[in-house]
Nanobody, 118 residues
């Protein structure tokens, strides 16, 4: 069984930075990992994703130029560096993983709150 363990998050002022980490442990590691965020009353949004094998990754347009997704393959860990945070970025951020042969994200972390004050 694979577990996704998140760390990071918290409260920052607008313009500040936070770094989220997510480590996969167990067997059958995901081949793609990403970060979703959810705001109450809105649909869950894929913010960033990256293949553990390589490639530049994906960022939703609203965070390009501010967020960066990266990976440490040896540690089965991904990172989301969030700079110039804005109040609209306030949400619960979830780490997610996609297994080989599965088209959807089926592995989920517990979620971490990111709050940006104006």
């Amino acid at each position: 069984q694979v577990q996704l363990v998140e760390s990071g998050g918290g409260l920052v002022q607008a313009g500040g930075s936070l770094r989220l980490s997510c480590r996969a442990s167990g067997r059958a590691f995901p081949i793609t990992m990403g970060w979703f965020r959810r705001v109450p009353g809105k649909d869950r949004e894929l913010v960033a994703a990256i293949a553990l094998s390589g490639g530049p990754g994906y960022l939703v347009d609203s965070v390009k130029g501010r967020f960066t997704i990266s990976r440490d393959i040896a540690k089965n860990t991904i990172f989301l560096q969030m700079n110039n945070l804005q109040p609209v970025d306030t949400a619960v951020y979830y780490c997610a993983g996609k297994r080989s042969g599965v088209s959807s994200y089926s592995l989920w972390g517990q979620g971490t709150q990111v709050t940006v004050s104006s």
